[in-house]
């Protein structure tokens, strides 16, 4: 079997590169979160009157805010931003530990090296 050599520095020139997809991912998932409750707040202004002109009561209103088509399809969007987020931060994660594999594996030769002395 052969030993695949690992390069801190492709790890590293990794992170970088993925840096600014992953903050972005972060920045949409935060916006994702906080647009939630405005089409919350707009469903449920929507939704305050009857068609009898009579206003509903706020627990009416938020239900049908959550059962209604825009913020069901909101949270279909959170999912990807949050799922697109994550792939990228394991992917940071795994890289880390590219270098810290490289690192053990170094202290390891040199360990070698010096008893062979």
């Known amino acids: 079997m ?10 590293v020139d990794f992170m970088i590169a993925q840096s600014a997809k992953y903050a972005e991912a972060e920045a ?16 449920m202004k929507n939704a305050e009157i009857f068609g009898n002109g009579e206003y509903k ?3 009416m209103q938020e239900r049908e805010a959550y059962a209604s088509d825009r913020y069901k399809a909101h949270l279909e969007a959170l999912k990807q ?14 890289a880390q530990e590219r270098i810290a594999v490289w690192r053990s ?3 390891s030769n040199r360990h070698v090296e010096k008893a062979t002395l």
């Not at 052969?2 to 790890?11: G, L, V």
């Not at 949409?28 to 469903?43: D, F, G, P, Q, S």
């Not at 931003?81 to 795994?94: D, G, M, P």
């Open 105 to 107: 594996m170094e202290a």
């Open 57 to 59: 009561t706020a627990a």
């Open 81 to 94: 931003a949050v799922q697109e987020r994550e792939r990228l931060r394991w992917l940071l994660i795994a």
């Open 2 to 11: 052969s030993e695949k050599m690992i390069d801190p520095n492709d790890a």
């Open 28 to 43: 949409n998932k935060v916006y994702m979160e906080e647009l939630r409750k405005t089409i919350k707040a707009e469903e």
